[in-house]
């Protein structure tokens, strides 16, 4: 049996008396002992009572709550975003993936443009040089005047193959066809070009010419600074096209009784206007960005509605300047 000695010592008298354990003394009634030196409390922690070391507490920690609206911790600076709304920072790489496509989309678009205008200038290069010829050398231009029969046989040519080119989607994309078709069809408008120039005079003709370039400049020049779309206007244009034959019909029918002879170069002038809107619509329908584009598969349909407009145009000015020199 254990002695009295030996049993554990009363709570007062083991706080009081340094003999039993060594406990140090409160510094205060109700304040909590300090840690061990080596013990730093973590975020988080409570003072537990009194002669109790802090425990976790059941507060939310520091990572896990944010800070009222215009509340800012101290020493927390305000965080600012640094993405653009909409772009996720887990998918960095769908900003770079659309830039590649837009400028894949450009690069065939501006290749398709190219591409187009190559087989313009080939066809206007034919088409001006066999005006020059008809219009310079004067036994072809004698020939000309003599058989008209060729050039309605080009005319027949010219609206067969046109029809194919514009209807059948077959022929105008299959390689050569299409430039076999377009070949033949640029010699039939040539040579009609040609016929038509022959009874002008030389002025008239250089005269037309030059009008031409200009016109076909500043249309394009145009259609690439603006951004007014013309590509939404194919009904009107088809209107000014259904007016403008028309008016052809009653001009040649009052032609032929000379009733009123200014009334040819009206129609030539009102006939230049409309191709020049015609040109533009279409210029706007290769170049693309707007309401209607033509697929870059159709650089065939490309090239030759804009060489119909230019040679239309072309036409209607030597009626003009044809008239005025006279």
Known sequence: MSSKEDSPPAYEDAIQQPKYGNYPQQLQHGSPLPPPPSYSPSPGMYPGPPGYWGQEGIYPQGAMWAPAPGFSPTGMPTTIPTLSAGVHASNPGDMEDLLS????????????IRKVYL???????VTFSVVGVFTFVDPVRLFVIKYPGVYWASFVVYFL??????????PRRRFPCNLILLGVFTLALSYMSGSISSYYETKA????????ALVCIA???FCFQTKV???SCGGLLSVAAVLLMIIGIVTAVVLSFQYVPWLHMLYAAIGAVVYTLFLVYNTQLLIGNRELAISPEEYIYGALSLYVDIVHIFLFILQVSGAATD
């Open 229 to 231: 779309d013309f590509t």
């Open 119 to 125: 087989i313009l200038t080939a066809q206007l290069a």
């Open 101 to 112: 496509a837009q400028w894949e989309s450009t690069s065939i678009r501006h290749g398709f």
């Open 205 to 212: 003709v250089l005269l037309a010419m030059g009008i031409t």
């Open 161 to 170: 193959v046109y029809c194919i080119l514009i209807c059948c989607k077959e």
């Open 219 to 221: 249309v394009t020049i």
